[in-house]
């Protein structure tokens, strides 16, 4: 059966650290990767999404980035930290565009 | 592009009461839809899916939901809630064509005992 793993589950970061969360998924092959992150109240919002090795997309312009250097690895990052990164970081993935996406156990991030 | 609103933002229920959550989304063709359920400091669940076909779906933990074309509605059910239940419920849209899915806000249900 298929497993995603995200890690840290939890993180305290001062502003202008740098970010590096990693999600992995095991058990599939060529999957579309996903990170959104969610604020109190405001819903998922998409940040980047991948269909392949080395294809990132973003959605949103920000202070983030993202990578996938191998097909079950999927990199979310940032070089300074703003206070506005703070929130609720989640990766999925799902086979493919028509079928649902299969969420990680999110990572709390807290930035001071 | 397709979109979709969850009209609730907050529902109480007493335990054992029914329970229907609203979704409505917007969407030129047959989209797929789907309803998960987070509970706090948690990923996303997945409860059920409408793909194609049968428009009534059966997911976990007892919930069901109906496709309705001529609404744009996938209302979520319940017929007797349990405190378990308490959790914050997202209504999602996917197109054919497009990699993404659109999420609903989110509708957070409260169970009173």
């Known amino acids: 059966s298929q497993t995603i793993h995200q890690w840290p589950a939890t993180l305290v970061q001062p502003v202008g650290s740098p970010l590096s969360l990693e999600c992995t998924v095991e058990g599939t092959s060529n999957p579309n990767l996903y990170w959104y992150r969610q604020a109190a109240g405001r819903g998922l919002q998409l940040l980047f999404y991948s269909v392949g090795i080395g294809q990132i997309s973003s959605e949103v312009p920000q202070n983030l980035s993202a990578s996938r250097p191998q097909d079950r690895q999927f990199i979310l990052s940032s070089k300074k930290l703003l206070l506005s990164d703070s929130g609720f970081y989640l990766c999925a993935w799902s086979v493919n565009p028509n079928q649902p996406q299969h969420f990680g156990d999110g990572t709390r991030l807290s930035i001071l | 592009a397709q979109s979709v609103t969850q009209p609730d933002i907050h529902i109480t229920v007493s335990e054992g009461a029914s329970l229907e959550l609203r979704c409505n989304y917007s969407y030129g063709a047959t989209p797929y839809l789907f309803w998960y359920v987070q509970s706090p400091g948690q990923g996303l669940q997945l409860l059920l899916k409408y793909l194609s076909g049968d428009t009534l779906v059966q997911g976990i933990k007892g919930f069901e939901a109906e496709f309705k074309r001529s609404q744009s509605s996938f209302n979520l059910r319940k017929p007797s809630v349990h405190w378990s239940d308490a959790a914050e419920y997202f209504c999602?849209?996917?197109?054919?064509?497009?990699?993404?899915?659109?999420f609903g806000k989110g509708t957070k249900l409260t169970v009173n005992p």
């Open positions: 999602a849209v996917g197109a054919g064509g497009s990699e993404k899915l659109v």
